[in-house]
Structure formats: C-alpha cells, structure tokens
C-alpha cells in the first residue's frame, strides 16, 4: 500500500513539473504570436497610407489568418494543460484532506491520553515498577520515543498544511488562468471569422481580373525558380572551391561525389555541429515582423487547384529594417541580382543561410560574422512593404527555416 501511495506521489510530482515545462514553452509560443500580431497591425498602419495590390492584401490577410489559427491552437493546448493541472491539484488535495483528517485524530487521541497520564509521579512508577534494569531502560526509551513521536506527528500536520496551503493557491491560479485563454480564444476566433471574410471578398475581386493575376502570380513563381536554381549553383561552385582549397592544403584528393557537399575540416565539423544543436532556438533574421509566406508549397490565389512553392519564409518587417544574421559564420558570398535584390550568403559549416531582397549590404565575402550581426538593409517597395525571403540549406538542399527559428 505504501509502495502504491509512494508512486502515486512520483507520478503527481513528474505530471506537474511536465506540465509545468510545457504550460512555460506555450506561453513563450503565445508571446511569439502575440509580438507577430503586434507587428501585423503596425505594419498594416503603415502601409494603409500607401497603395496596395490586391495579392499584397490577399497575402497580408493569409499571413493573419494563420497567426489567428496559431494562436487559437496554442491557447486550446494551454487551456487541456490547465484542466489536467486543475484535476491533479484537486486530487493532491482531497488526498491531503483525508490525511490531515487521520492525523488530527490520531494527533488528538495522543493529547487525550498523555493528558490522562501526565502525573510524574505516574511515570516515575511506570519506570520504577519495572521487573529488571533492562526493563526499565526500555520504559525510559518508550518514554522518549512516545514524545518524539508526538512531536513529529506535529510537525507533519503542520507541513501537509503548508502543502495543502500551495496546492489551493496554485489550483485558485490554475483556474483564473484557464478563465483568461478561454477569453482569448474566444475573442481570436471572431476574428478569424471576420479575416475569412475579408478574404473572400479579396478572392471575388481576384476572379474579376483572373488573366492579369494569375500572369503576374506565374511571372514572379519563374523569377523564383530562376533565383533557387542561381542559389543552387553558386552553393555548388563555393562546395567545389572550398573542396579544391581543403585537398590542395592537405594532399589529398577533393571528394568526387555526384552530390555537391563540404568536404569540413574539424573546425567547419565543429560549427555545424554547433548550428545543428540550436535547431528551434536560433534567432529571427530581422528585430521585428511577421511571417508573411510560410516554406513550402501554398495553395495559388487564383487557381485554387493548383500550388505555388516557397523555398524559404518571407518575413515582412518595418521600413527601413535590418537583416541579422542568425548564427555566427563566415560570408561565402554576396550576389546582386537586381539593384534593389542583394543577397548574403552565409557558412555555418556545411549549413547556410541566405537573406534575400536587400537594398544594400554591409559585409563582403570572406569576413567573419557574429550572431545577430547586420548584414544589409531590406529593400522598401513603392508601398511601402520591407519583405526578406530568408533560406537555409544544408550544403546544397533547401530545408524548413521554420524548423531552426525559435518559437515559429
């Protein structure tokens, strides 16, 4: 039985700092979302004051909707934490209830009885009554124990009411903070409803002018494709360099393969096993914004059947905003693809990333950067839209940026 209540103990202890661990990291999600919903509305202000294209709103307004649908996931997982924490606190107290309840009788019986013998000269003769020495020693040791014993049951009511104080405090906490995400997904879930409709009030507008938007939506995809294939190539020519370098310093023989990949030094080893360990923790590419077209492929605006791809995450941010770099590193290149489209690449190891859409840069190839470090200004469009197209690849595959940014 004392085995049983003992795991029990465990598993109410493990739950709750489980549980406490994860309420922590979904608050620190919530914030992030939050600081994004900050950042769309004060850009929206912004931008209000110059013209915008339809497929600029439609993108804004997509951007919206899923911060909306992040935060409503978020605060559902928040609020299932909380009621699994209101019912194991409630269990933590009726189970110290019931055991204070035991010990207070027993604690009361003890008082009754000692008070029945407290006569000294009682316990003189409990002692002196004794058949032999080794008997009375006993006595005199029962004596001592029996008040060492009501001492502790003393104390042990007074700490299972220390516990039971905690536990009610926590379950009174538990419960007003249940109350408040109930609020906020509430309230975030109206105003999802209300950006699903201004969405498809943006989608009829669309429909009326299909050819024009859908050539522009094809034209910028193949100006994409076309830059994901120059980033590829200047990756493989930089891996084929780097190789030839490593080969010619050691006297060895550059690696052969058919797949474009560093041949790393133990230092390169080092860095991108360093890159690899703050998977999830590395830091955004710019102070403040919002992820305006998430990685992957996204249904087209126009033709609802058929997909567009991202192969990395635009972030709109400020006017007239930085781009940082994530991780420390060196610069492997710096490409101009337009007068007001630079792009840094940066090596962590057998990982880079690259910052997209920049007016101008402020490092050079070769030169050593440190983390949060600013690498160029994002270019401001005509209405006022700052949007960096941020990459990560490890050697020459794209992989999720997502995945490496914390809280995204």
Known sequence: MKQFQLYILFFFCFSMGFSQTQQEKLEARKEQIQKE???????????????????????????????SERLITTTAKQKRLLDDNIYLNQLEINKLNKELKILKEDYAKMIVKSYKSRNDQSRIMFVLSSQNFLQAYKRIQYMKQYAGFRKMQGEEIQEKQARLGVAVVKLEKDKKNKEKVIIENEAEKKILEEK????????????????????????????????????????????????KRNAAKTG????????????????????SDNFKLN?????????????????????????????VHNSGVE????????????????????????????????????????????SSVNVSKGDDVSIKQILGKIHTDSSGSAVIKFLVLQNTTYLNPEQWMSNM
Do not use: M
């Open 37 to 67: 919903i900050s950042a769309f509305k004060s850009l929206l202000q912004t931008e209000k004051k110059k013209e915008r294209s339809v497929l600029s709103e439609i993108a804004a307004q997509k951007a919206r909707i899923r911060l």
């Open 196 to 243: 699903k409709k201004d969405q498809e009030q943006l989608a009829k507008l669309i429909q009326k002018d299909k050819k024009k938007y859908t050539a522009d939506i094809d034209k910028k995809q193949r100006e994409a494709r076309d830059i994901d294939r120059q980033i590829k190539k200047i990756i493989a020519d930089e891996i084929a360099a780097a190789n």
């Open 252 to 271: 060895t023989t550059a690696s052969s393969s058919s797949v474009a990949k560093f041949d790393l030094t133990p230092e390169g080893k080092i860095v």
């Open 279 to 307: 998977k999830g923790k590395l830091p955004w590419p710019v102070d403040n914004g919002y992820v305006q077209l998430r990685y992957g492929d996204q249904p087209h605006p126009v033709h609802k059947n058929l997909t």
């Open 315 to 358: 972030i709109a941010t400020k006017p007239g905003s930085n781009a940082r770099a994530i991780f420390g590193g060196v610069v492997l290149q710096v490409q101009v693809i337009s007068a007001n489209n630079k792009a840094v690449y940066v090596q962590h190891g057998d990982f880079i990333t690259v910052y997209l859409n920049l």
